[in-house]
């Protein structure tokens, strides 16, 4: 039996992150079309958000990919990861429809996630506990909702 016919297993890992300037809504959309474009040889698809100066992205694919991707964007002086989680084993992605979904803030506002996020955000790398992760993986949980009915 050849590799190839054994599936890799697949990873999501998300972060927040504070940016080094403010974005606006044409950065924020060169960002994500270009992290879309280069995502497609990846195979990883994911969400990408800005709200009042933070970041939160979510990444997912073929594990090896998918960490390789978070090293990289980790270095990049745009912005500083504060919080990073990482599944533990992810069935199906949450994204399937997109390389990278950029959720503008005009979306966000029509949502009861956006008060949430901000407020996530402003406390920073917060508590490293599991009622923390819980929340952030329901915020990434609701936000593939959010997006799945935009399509
Ligand atoms: C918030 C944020 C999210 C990013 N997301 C991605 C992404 O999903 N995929 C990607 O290829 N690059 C992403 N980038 C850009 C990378 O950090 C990096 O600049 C880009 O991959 C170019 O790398 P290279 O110069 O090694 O080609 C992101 C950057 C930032 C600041």
């Known amino acids: 039996m050849s590799n190839a016919s054994v599936p890799s297993p697949l990873t999501g890992i998300v972060y927040y992150s504070k940016a080094s300037r403010p974005f606006d809504d044409e950065a924020l959309q060169a960002l994500a079309g270009q992290a879309s474009q280069d995502n ?70 029509e949502t009861r996630l956006h008060e949430q996020l901000a407020r996530r955000f402003a406390q920073g790398e917060g508590n490293d506990d599991a009622a923390q992760a819980q929340e952030i993986w329901r915020l990434v949980d609701g936000l593939a909702d959010v997006c799945a009915k935009l399509t």
């Open 40 to 109: 497609v040889e990846l195979n990883v698809t994911g969400l990408l958000l800005y709200v009042e100066g933070y970041f939160m992205q979510y990444i997912e694919g073929e594990s090896k990919a998918t960490h390789a991707l978070m090293e990289k964007v980790r270095q990049d002086e745009r912005h500083t990861v504060l919080k990073e989680l990482t599944t533990e084993t992810l069935a199906a992605r949450l994204f399937p429809a997109w390389n990278m979904r950029w959720l503008r803030d005009s979306e966000l506002r």
